[in-house]
């Protein structure tokens, strides 16, 4: 079984409705990450959390909120999805001691119509 | 933003070649690590490098890194078909990862 599961894996939405992906990781991990990815941009931090009671904005959190709900399950919300959220997102987590390798899911493919 | 750059943005080589990949980034580091990402999929770690190291290997990987000139390589020996994918540097500084904007590599069978 893969150590980190993201749901759904493919969704098509209309601009304004609010959304929610969701991750789930048995790594046992403390910390957990969620990325997003535009051709030719790599990955960019939008928020990451270090454990349960911190949550922390990355580069580009705008327009987006996210939930630790345990130390395995770790969800962003896009409250009002606009167009140019449309892009590949990814959670991740880390041990956050060496060797800090990250751990990511598979994906999601989120597009705003 | 982005911290690490790689160069070229793409690379498209016959099986059997070797492949080089650098990257470059423009503050202190406690680590840089090297990720693969095949189409569509998430990134899968590589190798990690620490700042006091200058060069590691594993299997057909070898990294460098120069931390006087801030840049970073990953060297792909007999390169495969199945080596075909986007290749990722982050750069690690405490608590913050950055990752590049990737090199997308083609070997050609």
């Known amino acids: 079984d893969a150590d980190v599961t993201q749901t759904p894996r493919n969704r098509i939405t209309k601009t304004g409705k609010r959304i929610m992906l969701e991750c789930s990781q048995t790594k046992g991990h403390d910390r957990m990450y969620w990325y997003r990815q535009d051709p030719g941009l790599g990955l960019r931090l939008i928020y990451y959390s270090f454990d349960v009671k911190d949550i922390n904005k990355g580069e580009i959190s705008d327009g987006y909120s996210v939930s630790r709900q345990a130390q395995a399950k770790f969800s962003l919300s896009l409250e009002s999805a606009i167009p140019n959220q449309t892009a590949l997102y990814f959670c991740?987590?880390?041990?956050?001691?060496?060797?800090?390798?990250?751990?990511f899911g598979p994906g999601t493919r989120l597009t705003v119509t | 933003s982005q911290q690490g750059e790689e160069d070229p943005q793409a690379l498209s080589i016959q099986e059997g070649e070797n492949a080089t990949m650098n990257c470059s980034y423009k503050?202190?580091?406690?680590?840089l690590q090297w990720y693969r990402q095949n189409s569509g999929r998430g990134l899968v770690h590589l190798i990690l490098?620490?700042?006091?190291?200058r060069e590691k290997h594993s299997g057909r990987l070898r990294v460098t890194l120069d931390t006087s000139k801030k840049s970073s390589s990953l060297l792909i020996t007999a390169s495969r078909a199945a080596d075909t994918a986007s290749y990722f540097c982050a750069t690690v500084n405490n608590n913050d990862m950055r990752f590049g904007a990737g090199t997308r590599l083609t070997v050609k069978p």
């Open positions: 991740a987590t880390t041990s956050g001691s060496y060797p800090y390798e990250q751990y």
């Open positions: 503050t202190s580091i406690n680590n």
């Open positions: 490098i620490r700042s006091n190291e």
